[in-house]
Every structure is written in C-alpha cells, then in structure tokens.
C-alpha cells in the first residue's frame, strides 16, 4: 500500500515534500483519463485519505509528546501539562480548539495502547483501509 513505500524510505518526510505530493494530486480527476483509469485513481484516493489521517495522528500525538516533555523540563506544574497542546494541533488543523481536544486525545489513547490501536478506525486507516 502507499503508506509501506513511505515506511521504506530512510529519513522522514519533510513537510515541502508533503506539499510537492499534494500539488501532484491536483492533477488527478482530469476528465481526459479513460474510465478504467478514474476508477483506479478514486480507489487509490480512498487509500491514501486513510494513510493521511493516521499520519496527521501520528504527528498529532508526536508534537504533543514533545511539548509535554518540554513543560515538564520548564518545571510546569503537573496540573499544568498539556495545556495549550490541544489549541496548536487545533490551528494547524485550521479547526477550533474544541475541535483540536477531540481529535487529539483519543488519537493519544490509541497510540499509546498498541493492541488497541490496532484495531482501531486508526489502525485501519494506517493499513489504507476504510475507517
């Protein structure tokens, strides 16, 4: 699937080349393709939604991670940590920060509980698969 190329290359992805692949995309749905080949695009479109949401998650969970350990290393208090995590996630996501909290702390759940995660709408959309 399109996610196990990206696990096989050796560095991460930066995000210019998230933008160069999603400029790339543009192009598609062009009604000169024949059908056959605008069939295989909306599929392989399909697989690629899901691959994007885990990934998005995966960075979600990840900035999270890091801004916790940062506060912590800031001496925040404990009932302190966290905060403003949700509302960044949130921005980047052009959403508000309501929004942000939902999406951000039952991806940290996942991710942080593997058996679970795997079968999860999560783990399904990783794999390509529908949610």
């Given at each position: 699937?399109?996610?196990?190329?990206?696990?096989?290359?050796?560095?991460?992805?930066?995000?210019r080349?998230?933008?160069?692949?999603?400029?790339?995309?543009?192009?598609?749905?062009?009604?000169?393709?024949?059908?056959?080949?605008?069939?295989?695009?909306?599929?392989?479109?399909?697989?690629?939604?899901?691959?994007?949401?885990?990934?998005?998650?995966?960075?979600a969970?990840?900035?999270?991670?890091?801004?916790?350990?940062?506060?912590?290393?800031?001496?925040l208090?404990?009932?302190?940590?966290g905060?403003?995590?949700?509302?960044?996630?949130?921005?980047?996501?052009?959403?508000?920060?309501?929004?942000?909290?939902?999406?951000?702390?039952?991806?940290?759940?996942?991710?942080?509980?593997?058996?679970?995660?795997?079968?999860?709408?999560?783990?399904?959309?990783?794999?390509?698969?529908?949610?």
């Open positions: 699937m399109i996610e196990q190329e990206f696990e096989a290359a050796s560095q991460p992805m930066a995000s080349e998230v933008t160069e692949i999603a400029a790339a995309i543009r192009s598609l749905g062009c009604a000169d393709a024949d059908a056959t080949e605008l069939i295989e695009q909306i599929a392989r479109l399909e697989e690629l939604k899901g691959t994007v949401a885990a990934a998005q998650a995966r960075a969970v990840a900035f999270a991670a890091k801004q916790r350990a940062e506060q912590r290393a800031a001496g208090p404990a009932a302190q940590l905060k403003g995590i949700a509302a960044q996630v949130a921005l980047a996501r052009q959403e508000s920060p309501h929004q942000g909290s939902r999406h951000l702390g039952p991806r940290r759940w996942c991710m942080s509980c593997r058996t679970r995660w795997r079968h999860s709408t999560l783990g399904r959309s990783a794999s390509g698969g529908p949610p």
